[in-house]
């Protein structure tokens, strides 16, 4: 069993009043000394409700206290489960039912949702109340590689499954962000993503927290919010998926100090290369990175130097990471399943051992699910979805290359492929495309078109014209959706 320091109490003994959280709507704000104090009090008050081991759900949208909570569960030994509150209470049961929690804790906004869950359950505002006279519960050292947390999947393809995350994989990931991104304690970032998904906890909260750095949490991601923020120099380090940069750069971005913000980045789903060029004119170099859930989740994050010669890229594994690609010798070029190994690595599904052992190599590499290529300098690109990619008349198909070509054509904002049966050639595809505003898309020129950038083979046998895709909270499309619109 590894052992890492009390990660709250360890962070307030070395800076107690620098900056850690402020809540965007209330002006309120935590020091380090206040985190630590505070979950040490609701660690003891939670174990006054439930044992320790036990699984303790929550329901609320984004507030400083959410990692106050973070951080008393992994003082008491409790597993903290954020609940997606976007979903109703009849999709949620069946989530708390499959880790078996004891106790949900709930935003007032959230009160019926809480209580239709079936379980026992607290406000927030009730927690404090109680915490308030709380004897602290002691420091201690802490187990890197027990349960601190659970994320769930996105649930694309099934039943979500609960993703361990744990000291080990926090810390790890931190460093993976740390030494790419060049963290300060001086460092600032914003906090709107969901904190259901790995991206709203530890892009860049958590790596932030570890650093000294603070957070400015918002209730939630609001365009026009965001860049005040940027022309005020509040934030110094900016991470977003491509929905949240396609937002932005529809607001007028001249005078907002872009290359005055330390650092940009990108993942959750590749970004259009039109979109990259767009902020880099204006001074801002993303650097687009790939993980998972399950990966804690940096993985690769290529570099600002190269983020502009080598677009397309996710760069190179991280400091923590270590990556492979299945049938292709190491340090070679090619093409093949994404392999991960390492301490940002999830030891697997909470009590669901199949689905942990399927994901897994038997000598213990992740299986991303992703192909992928490495190329000579050992940058790796994002190729497609194993599970995404269809064969037409022999020949591999991958709907993201085709969706990459479809999103440079001036007419199209957004675009998704799947593949489908098909009598004559065994599948083919269909693409729905969402055009920009106020175009309308002549499908035979579109085809004409494509048939000048791309085979033949890849070219979607017909289109359809939708207004916005369903997405996850991470912002990739739900292309099972798409699929339920094709008789």
């Given amino acids: 069993m590894g052992l890492v320091p009390d990660l709250a109490a360890q962070r307030a003994q070395l800076s107690p009043d620098a900056l850690a959280f402020t809540d965007y709507e209330s002006g309120e704000t935590w020091d380090f000394a206040r985190v630590n104090a505070e979950a040490s009090r609701i660690a003891a008050t939670l174990l006054q409700h439930v044992d320790a081991g036990a699984r303790v759900a929550i329901l609320c949208q984004n507030r400083p206290e959410f990692f106050v909570i973070l951080f008393a569960c992994?003082?008491?030994?409790?597993?903290?489960?954020?609940?997606?509150?976007?979903?109703?209470?009849?999709?949620?049961?069946?989530?708390?039912a499959s880790i078996n929690c004891s106790l949900v804790l709930h935003d007032d906004s959230f009160s019926a949702e809480a209580a239709a869950l079936g379980l026992p359950s607290l406000s927030l505002n009730d927690l404090s109340a109680q915490a308030a006279s709380a004897v602290p519960l002691p420091i201690r050292a802490i187990d890197a590689e027990a349960v601190w947390y659970v994320l769930f999947t996105s649930g694309t393809t099934g039943t979500p499954k609960a993703v361990i995350q744990t000291a080990r994989m926090v810390t790890a990931n931190a460093m993976n962000i740390a030494q790419n991104m060049g963290l300060l304690a001086q460092d600032r970032t914003v906090n709107f993503l969901p904190l259901f998904h790995t991206a709203g906890i530890n892009l860049f909260t958590m790596p932030l927290f570890l650093w000294g750095g603070a957070s400015l949490v918002l209730r939630s991601f609001d365009a026009e919010t965001l860049l005040a923020l940027i022309k005020d120099r509040a934030i110094t380090q900016f991470f977003g998926v491509p929905a949240i940069y396609q937002e932005l750069a529809k607001l007028p971005l001249e005078g907002a100090h872009l290359d005055e913000l330390r650092g940009w980045?990108?993942?959750?789903?590749?970004?259009?290369?039109?979109?990259?060029?767009?902020?880099?004119?204006?001074?801002?170099?993303?650097?687009n990175g790939f993980g998972m859930t399950e990966t804690g989740p940096t993985g690769f994050l290529i570099d600002a130097a190269a983020a502009l010669t080598r677009i397309g890229s996710v760069g190179k594994p991280q400091m923590m990471t270590e990556a492979r690609l299945q049938g292709v010798e190491d340090g070679m070029s090619g093409t093949g399943e994404l392999l991960l190994r390492g301490p940002t690595v999830t030891p697997g599904?909470?009590?669901?051992?199949?689905?942990?052992?399927?994901?897994?190599?038997?000598?213990?590499?992740?299986?991303?699910?992703?192909?992928a290529t490495r190329d000579e300098d050992g940058y790796y690109r994002i190729v497609d979805r194993i599970k995404d990619m269809y064969i037409s008349g022999g020949e591999n198909v991958f709907p993201a290359e085709v969706e990459r070509v479809l999103i440079t054509h001036p007419q199209i904002a957004e675009a998704a492929v799947i593949g489908v049966p098909d009598a004559k050639w065994g599948e083919s595809g269909i693409g729905f495309l969402v055009p920009k505003s106020g175009e309308a898309l002549d499908q035979a020129a579109l085809c004409d078109w494509l048939r000048a950038r791309i085979a033949a083979y890849k070219i979607p046998r017909e289109f359809r014209i939708v207004e916005a895709f369903p997405r996850t909270p991470a912002g990739k499309v739900r292309k099972p959706e798409l699929r339920k619109l094709v008789p």
Avoid: M
């Fill in 74 to 96: 992994q003082k008491a030994g409790l597993i903290l489960a954020p609940l997606n509150w976007r979903q109703p209470a009849a999709e949620l049961q069946p989530v708390v």
């Fill in 265 to 287: 980045a990108c993942g959750g789903a590749a970004l259009p290369e039109a979109l990259i060029a767009h902020f880099a004119a204006k001074g801002a170099v993303i650097c």
């Fill in 349 to 371: 599904y909470l009590d669901n051992p199949l689905a942990t052992e399927a994901a897994f190599t038997e000598d213990g590499w992740l299986r991303s699910g992703d192909v």
